[in-house]
């Protein structure tokens, strides 16, 4: 089964990003309105496969970039590895991230992932 989250552009990642939050926040708002309207909970499985959750955001470097710059003291990284965090409200912080992203993937070769976390949303 293909991943349409793996292996992104920076353009991709934040649409994915923008995708998969308002995805969350908008299944979360129907549950919450049919408990208000209705007296309904959530099907408990809903929850447990992820309909509630933040979408996160994974870059990862193996380390074999050729003489990466290491004057800026943003987007670079000084070790090899897989950095993973969750977004809130990503479209606010759209033009930061795709800064960042886009030196780490055209200066390092990094790879950007965006899937689901494991992590619940909250309302906003």
């Given at each position: 089964m293909e991943n349409?989250?793996?292996?992104?552009?920076?353009?991709?990642a934040l649409d994915r990003l923008e995708e998969l939050?308002?995805?969350?926040?908008?299944?979360?708002?129907e549950a919450i309105a049919d408990y208000v309207d209705n007296g309904t909970l959530p099907d408990p499985h809903a929850r447990l496969n992820?309909?509630?959750?933040y979408p996160s955001?994974?870059?990862s470097w193996d380390g074999a970039t050729p003489n990466?710059?290491?004057?800026?003291?943003?987007?670079r990284f000084t070790h090899p590895g897989?950095?993973?965090?969750?977004?809130?409200?990503?479209?606010?912080?759209?033009?930061y991230l795709l800064e960042q992203l886009n030196?780490?993937?055209h200066d390092y070769g990094a790879h950007i992932a965006v899937v689901y976390?494991?992590?619940?949303?909250?309302?906003?």
């Amino acid at each position: 089964m293909e991943n349409k989250g793996t292996n992104l552009t920076p353009e991709q990642a934040l649409d994915r990003l923008e995708e998969l939050y308002e995805q969350s926040v908008n299944a979360l708002r129907e549950a919450i309105a049919d408990y208000v309207d209705n007296g309904t909970l959530p099907d408990p499985h809903a929850r447990l496969n992820g309909l509630f959750v933040y979408p996160s955001l994974s870059v990862s470097w193996d380390g074999a970039t050729p003489n990466p710059p290491k004057t800026r003291a943003f987007g670079r990284f000084t070790h090899p590895g897989c950095y993973t965090t969750t977004v809130t409200r990503p479209a606010l912080f759209r033009a930061y991230l795709l800064e960042q992203l886009n030196l780490v993937y055209h200066d390092y070769g990094a790879h950007i992932a965006v899937v689901y976390h494991d992590y619940g949303a909250h309302m906003r």
